[in-house]
């Protein structure tokens, strides 16, 4: 168990439909992380909060976003939902002391996503 | 160009025996970070090693080290005396510069152990 909660763990929703995904992050942890798994496009990493702000943002699409509250906590909306949005989801928490070093990312059980 | 580069879509390993898993990177920062992940059919990411660029000695975790090659642009993973749990898909990561902690994943390496 790697400290990091995700829920639901699994969503089954309708094309042009709108979900959120919720995550906690490990005590203590400030930067959360989004990345989602599909079969076609491997893991690609979608943004990165630390402490409630934006801090790197990869290939997440303008139907989607995220945010990190005061508790620390993120959730990751998707909208207007395509087919192609069918993916595990993952969240990742690290305690980001400074950016770069080991800072390893301590990943969730994910949240699997089906679109209809 | 693809940042990470995994050519060994699967493997087959006889139980107990040593195995390598191939890793190649492309960056033309000097600072950076690799890793290796391991996912079981669980679907969790599990973190097993990190190798800093300018770490001097190869990275060592338990059973796992890192093969570094910086010249070469190669972070292989060797798990010595494999076991059946060790059967998942394996990722290995990169963290480039230090100005963010993005990591891009390569496509993996789906390890079977053999009994």
């Known amino acids: 168990d790697s400290g990091v909660t995700q829920t639901p763990k699994h969503l089954i929703t309708a094309t042009g439909q709108r979900v959120t995904l919720r995550c906690s992050p490990r005590s203590g942890d400030l930067s959360v992380y989004w990345y989602q798994q599909s079969l076609d496009q491997g893991l690609q990493f979608l943004i990165q909060y630390y402490n409630g702000e934006e801090r790197a943002k990869g290939n997440i699409l303008e139907r989607f976003s995220a945010q990190q509250f005061p508790d620390l906590h993120s959730e990751l909306n998707l909208s207007s939902l395509e087919l192609g949005d069918s993916a595990l989801y993952f969240c990742a928490s690290s305690s980001r002391i400074q950016a770069g070093g080991r800072n390893e990312q301590f990943f969730g059980p994910g949240t699997r996503l089906t679109v209809l | 160009a693809q940042k990470i580069t995994q050519t060994q879509p699967g493997m087959f390993v006889q139980e107990k025996e040593a195995v390598t898993l191939d890793c190649t990177y492309d960056?033309?920062?000097?600072?950076?970070?690799l890793f290796w992940y391991k996912q079981p059919s669980s679907g969790e990411m599990i973190f097993l090693i990190y190798?800093?660029?300018?770490?001097?000695q190869n990275a060592t975790e338990g059973r796992y080290s890192l093969n570094f090659q910086k010249a070469r642009k190669s972070a292989n993973l060797v798990i010595s005396a494999s076991q059946l749990g060790d059967s998942a898909m394996y990722f290995c990561?990169?963290?480039?510069?230090?100005?963010?902690?993005?990591?891009?994943f390569g496509k993996g390496t789906r390890l079977h152990i053999l009994p």
């Open positions: 990561a990169m963290r480039e510069g230090n100005r963010d902690d993005k990591i891009i």
């Open positions: 960056t033309s920062d000097q600072s950076y970070g």
């Open positions: 190798q800093g660029s300018y770490d001097e």
